[in-house]
């Protein structure tokens, strides 16, 4: 498979996955913050921790584990009710050779829109290293439409361009 074919949706589109999430180079703009770097203090990801107890909270899941690499997906929400789900996927190699260029493209169906931040790297280290990426998932039919994705992980390893892909559905429910 040449490198064109992801950006092409070879192999992956079709018509339930009909595009690939826009990718924002800004972690503000994926948080929704306007003039936030989306590190600080406003990027919500540490507030109310005194309050831990009373916020919904979802498992971890296991969206990808094949061929040494392991994807997590975190989930938080502003308002238990919001049709909005920030995911902060972590990616991890268990092999002891790094992964370069390591792109991670979703896509969704029509009814979810999807916006994704930059990744925190491209070279995946071997031996536990990680990489994370927030995602922005919009289900405006939350309740009638389960959340679902297909995911595509390409990578070079030792040389060879290699792929990796995933469909998503089993998501906690309330998302």
């Known amino acids: ?39 600080g203090d406003e990027d919500g990801w540490d507030e109310d921790f005194d309050n831990f107890d009373s916020k919904t909270t979802y498992p971890t899941l296991t969206a990808l584990d094949k061929n040494g690499i392991k994807v997590l997906f975190d989930f938080e929400k502003s308002d238990p009710d919001s049709f909005t789900t920030i995911i902060m996927a972590t ?32 070279i995946l280290r071997g031996n536990g290293g990680a990489i994370t990426q927030t995602m922005n998932v919009t289900n405006g039919q939350r309740g009638s439409k389960p959340l679902k994705m297909r995911l595509v992980i390409q990578y070079v390893q030792n040389g060879e361009k290699l792929r990796e892909s995933a469909d998503v559905s089993n998501f906690p429910s309330g998302l």
């Open 91 to 122: 990616f991890r190699n268990s092999l002891p050779h790094d992964m370069t260029e390591f792109a991670c493209k979703v896509a969704v169906p029509k009814h979810l829109q999807i916006t994704m931040g930059p990744p925190s790297s491209t």
């Open 1 to 39: 498979m040449g490198e064109g074919d992801l950006e092409s949706g070879q192999g992956v589109l079709n018509e339930e996955f009909k595009s690939f999430a826009k990718v924002s180079n800004s972690v503000a703009e994926v948080a929704g913050k306007q003039g936030s770097d989306g590190w």
